[in-house]
Protein backbone atom coordinates (compact mmCIF):
# COMPACT_ATOMS: atom_id res chain seq x y z
CA UNK A 1 0.00 0.00 0.00
CA UNK A 2 1.04 3.84 -0.65
CA UNK A 3 1.97 5.45 2.43
CA UNK A 4 1.72 8.83 3.24
CA UNK A 5 4.33 10.24 5.89
CA UNK A 6 3.44 13.46 7.79
CA UNK A 7 5.74 15.64 9.37
CA UNK A 8 5.86 16.96 12.00
CA UNK A 9 3.04 15.18 14.10
CA UNK A 10 2.26 18.46 16.07
CA UNK A 11 3.15 21.63 16.21
CA UNK A 12 2.15 24.51 18.60
CA UNK A 13 2.12 28.14 16.66
CA UNK A 14 1.44 31.89 17.79
CA UNK A 15 -1.46 33.25 16.32
CA UNK A 16 -0.91 35.64 13.59
CA UNK A 17 2.83 33.57 12.62
CA UNK A 18 3.10 30.83 9.55
CA UNK A 19 2.51 27.18 9.76
CA UNK A 20 4.19 24.63 7.45
CA UNK A 21 3.31 20.35 7.16
CA UNK A 22 4.23 18.35 5.21
CA UNK A 23 3.37 15.12 3.20
CA UNK A 24 5.84 12.61 2.13
CA UNK A 25 4.39 9.89 -0.54
CA UNK A 26 6.26 6.39 -0.52
CA UNK A 27 5.08 6.54 -4.36
CA UNK A 28 4.18 9.40 -6.80
CA UNK A 29 1.13 10.88 -6.64
CA UNK A 30 1.61 11.74 -10.63
CA UNK A 31 -0.70 9.95 -12.38
CA UNK A 32 -0.69 9.43 -16.02
CA UNK A 33 -3.50 11.86 -16.70
CA UNK A 34 -1.36 14.87 -15.49
CA UNK A 35 -2.71 15.27 -12.29
CA UNK A 36 -1.54 14.94 -8.55
CA UNK A 37 -3.94 13.10 -6.63
CA UNK A 38 -3.12 14.24 -3.27
CA UNK A 39 -5.38 16.37 -0.62
CA UNK A 40 -5.45 17.96 2.33
CA UNK A 41 -8.25 18.12 5.40
CA UNK A 42 -8.53 19.56 8.38
CA UNK A 43 -10.59 17.89 10.86
CA UNK A 44 -11.69 19.33 14.28
CA UNK A 45 -13.36 17.42 17.22
CA UNK A 46 -16.15 16.01 16.94
CA UNK A 47 -16.50 16.95 13.39
CA UNK A 48 -15.76 14.96 10.07
CA UNK A 49 -12.65 16.18 7.93
CA UNK A 50 -13.39 19.14 6.06
CA UNK A 51 -11.34 19.84 2.74
CA UNK A 52 -8.79 22.14 2.41
CA UNK A 53 -6.74 21.82 -0.58
CA UNK A 54 -7.55 19.61 -3.86
CA UNK A 55 -4.90 18.36 -6.34
CA UNK A 56 -2.03 19.87 -4.35
CA UNK A 57 -2.67 23.20 -4.88
CA UNK A 58 -6.71 24.18 -5.23
CA UNK A 59 -8.53 25.40 -2.60
CA UNK A 60 -12.02 23.91 -1.81
CA UNK A 61 -15.28 25.89 -2.03
CA UNK A 62 -15.23 28.27 0.58
CA UNK A 63 -11.51 27.63 2.44
CA UNK A 64 -9.78 31.08 3.25
CA UNK A 65 -6.59 32.01 0.89
CA UNK A 66 -4.22 31.66 4.31
CA UNK A 67 -4.72 28.31 3.45
CA UNK A 68 -2.04 26.49 0.50
CA UNK A 69 -0.85 23.75 -1.11
CA UNK A 70 2.27 23.06 -2.86
CA UNK A 71 4.82 19.75 -4.37
CA UNK A 72 5.13 17.20 -7.07
CA UNK A 73 5.80 13.37 -7.25
CA UNK A 74 6.36 12.56 -3.88
CA UNK A 75 7.23 15.53 -1.52
CA UNK A 76 3.84 17.99 -0.03
CA UNK A 77 3.48 21.08 2.19
CA UNK A 78 0.47 22.27 3.00
CA UNK A 79 0.97 26.39 4.43
CA UNK A 80 -0.62 28.42 6.53
CA UNK A 81 0.01 32.10 5.96
CA UNK A 82 -0.58 33.59 9.21
CA UNK A 83 -2.77 30.91 11.95
CA UNK A 84 -5.62 32.10 13.54
CA UNK A 85 -7.54 30.34 16.21
CA UNK A 86 -10.15 28.51 14.37
CA UNK A 87 -7.17 26.93 12.64
CA UNK A 88 -6.55 24.43 15.77
CA UNK A 89 -7.49 21.13 15.16
CA UNK A 90 -5.99 17.40 13.15
CA UNK A 91 -4.82 17.87 9.45
CA UNK A 92 -4.45 15.36 7.22
CA UNK A 93 -3.13 14.37 3.78
CA UNK A 94 -4.70 11.82 1.79
CA UNK A 95 -4.05 9.97 -1.52
CA UNK A 96 -6.59 8.46 -4.32
CA UNK A 97 -4.33 7.79 -7.03
CA UNK A 98 -4.18 4.07 -6.10
CA UNK A 99 -6.46 1.93 -3.64
CA UNK A 100 -6.23 1.27 -1.25
CA UNK A 101 -6.85 4.91 -0.68
CA UNK A 102 -4.44 6.00 2.35
CA UNK A 103 -4.37 9.13 4.56
CA UNK A 104 -1.27 10.36 6.83
CA UNK A 105 -1.31 10.00 10.43
CA UNK A 106 -2.49 13.54 10.93
CA UNK A 107 -0.78 16.44 12.37
CA UNK A 108 -2.46 18.12 15.29
CA UNK A 109 -1.73 22.15 15.23
CA UNK A 110 -2.68 23.79 18.64
CA UNK A 111 -2.27 27.53 19.25
CA UNK A 112 0.50 29.04 21.69
CA UNK B 1 -26.61 22.83 0.47
CA UNK B 2 -24.51 19.78 0.31
CA UNK B 3 -25.34 17.23 3.24
CA UNK B 4 -24.79 13.35 3.57
CA UNK B 5 -27.03 12.24 6.74
CA UNK B 6 -25.93 9.19 8.37
CA UNK B 7 -28.01 6.31 10.03
CA UNK B 8 -27.49 2.90 11.60
CA UNK B 9 -24.66 2.04 13.70
CA UNK B 10 -24.12 1.50 18.05
CA UNK B 11 -23.39 -1.52 19.98
CA UNK B 12 -23.26 -5.33 18.70
CA UNK B 13 -21.07 -8.53 19.40
CA UNK B 14 -18.20 -9.61 17.77
CA UNK B 15 -19.84 -11.81 15.10
CA UNK B 16 -22.86 -9.80 14.49
CA UNK B 17 -23.82 -7.63 11.85
CA UNK B 18 -24.89 -4.11 10.84
CA UNK B 19 -26.06 -2.00 8.48
CA UNK B 20 -24.83 1.41 7.82
CA UNK B 21 -26.80 4.31 5.40
CA UNK B 22 -25.98 7.41 4.09
CA UNK B 23 -28.73 9.72 2.75
CA UNK B 24 -27.29 12.30 0.33
CA UNK B 25 -28.74 15.37 -0.77
CA UNK B 26 -28.20 18.86 -2.94
CA UNK B 27 -25.58 17.37 -5.18
CA UNK B 28 -26.21 14.94 -8.14
CA UNK B 29 -25.77 11.78 -5.92
CA UNK B 30 -25.91 9.21 -8.82
CA UNK B 31 -22.97 11.34 -10.67
CA UNK B 32 -20.61 10.68 -7.68
CA UNK B 33 -18.16 7.65 -6.55
CA UNK B 34 -19.17 6.88 -3.31
CA UNK B 35 -16.72 5.80 -0.29
CA UNK B 36 -17.56 4.77 3.72
CA UNK B 37 -13.97 5.54 5.61
CA UNK B 38 -13.65 4.57 9.34
CA UNK B 39 -11.62 6.05 11.45
CA UNK B 40 -10.01 4.82 14.98
CA UNK B 41 -7.90 6.91 17.87
CA UNK B 42 -4.99 4.33 17.07
CA UNK B 43 -4.95 3.71 13.32
CA UNK B 44 -6.30 7.56 12.06
CA UNK B 45 -8.70 7.15 8.94
CA UNK B 46 -8.78 4.10 7.12
CA UNK B 47 -10.53 3.90 3.64
CA UNK B 48 -12.89 1.19 4.01
CA UNK B 49 -14.92 0.45 0.39
CA UNK B 50 -15.99 2.77 -2.64
CA UNK B 51 -18.75 1.78 -5.42
CA UNK B 52 -19.03 3.66 -8.21
CA UNK B 53 -22.14 5.55 -10.33
CA UNK B 54 -24.31 2.73 -11.00
CA UNK B 55 -22.84 0.24 -8.78
CA UNK B 56 -20.93 -1.04 -11.43
CA UNK B 57 -17.54 -1.35 -10.14
CA UNK B 58 -17.38 -2.21 -5.89
CA UNK B 59 -13.48 -2.45 -4.05
CA UNK B 60 -12.49 -2.79 -0.43
CA UNK B 61 -9.67 -2.79 2.10
CA UNK B 62 -8.56 -6.32 2.40
CA UNK B 63 -9.63 -6.38 5.69
CA UNK B 64 -13.08 -6.06 5.43
CA UNK B 65 -13.34 -8.02 1.92
CA UNK B 66 -15.79 -11.02 2.51
CA UNK B 67 -17.42 -9.21 5.34
CA UNK B 68 -18.53 -6.05 4.33
CA UNK B 69 -20.67 -5.01 1.52
CA UNK B 70 -21.43 -1.35 -0.28
CA UNK B 71 -24.37 -0.67 -2.23
CA UNK B 72 -26.10 2.75 -3.44
CA UNK B 73 -29.75 3.11 -4.38
CA UNK B 74 -29.56 5.87 -6.74
CA UNK B 75 -33.06 6.28 -6.46
CA UNK B 76 -33.15 7.18 -3.12
CA UNK B 77 -29.81 9.04 -2.92
CA UNK B 78 -28.38 6.57 -0.57
CA UNK B 79 -25.37 4.77 0.21
CA UNK B 80 -25.27 1.76 2.54
CA UNK B 81 -22.61 -0.53 3.99
CA UNK B 82 -23.49 -4.32 4.80
CA UNK B 83 -21.60 -5.15 7.81
CA UNK B 84 -21.26 -9.15 8.72
CA UNK B 85 -18.87 -10.91 11.00
CA UNK B 86 -18.02 -7.82 12.85
CA UNK B 87 -14.37 -7.69 14.96
CA UNK B 88 -13.65 -6.14 17.55
CA UNK B 89 -11.45 -4.32 15.55
CA UNK B 90 -14.15 -3.03 13.17
CA UNK B 91 -14.93 -0.71 16.20
CA UNK B 92 -14.99 3.13 14.71
CA UNK B 93 -16.53 5.85 13.66
CA UNK B 94 -17.56 5.26 10.29
CA UNK B 95 -18.35 8.48 7.42
CA UNK B 96 -20.13 8.26 4.22
CA UNK B 97 -18.20 10.39 1.62
CA UNK B 98 -18.16 11.69 -2.14
CA UNK B 99 -14.41 11.78 -1.33
CA UNK B 100 -12.66 13.81 -1.51
CA UNK B 101 -15.18 16.24 -1.07
CA UNK B 102 -18.07 16.29 1.52
CA UNK B 103 -18.68 13.69 4.20
CA UNK B 104 -21.08 12.71 6.42
CA UNK B 105 -21.50 13.75 10.72
CA UNK B 106 -19.95 9.70 10.94
CA UNK B 107 -21.75 7.52 12.91
CA UNK B 108 -19.97 5.15 16.23
CA UNK B 109 -19.49 1.11 15.66
CA UNK B 110 -18.91 -0.78 18.48
CA UNK B 111 -17.91 -4.11 18.82
CA UNK B 112 -17.79 -5.53 22.15
CA UNK B 113 -19.30 -8.56 24.07
Known amino acids: DLVLTQTPLSLSVTPGQPASISCKSS???????????LYWYLQKPGQPPRLLIS???SRFSGVPDRFSGSGSGTYFTLKISRVEAEDVGVYHC?????????FGQGTRLEIK | EVQLVQSGGGLVQPGGSLRLSCEAS????????MSWVRQTPGKGLEWVAN????????YYVDSVKGRFTISRDDTKNSLYLQMNSLRVEDTAVYYC??????WGQGTLVTVSS
Open chain 2, 97 to 102: ATLPGW
Open chain 2, 26 to 33: GFSFSSYW
Open chain 2, 51 to 58: VRQEGSEK
Open chain 1, 27 to 37: ESLLHSDGKTY
Open chain 1, 55 to 57: EVS
Open chain 1, 94 to 102: MQSIELPIT
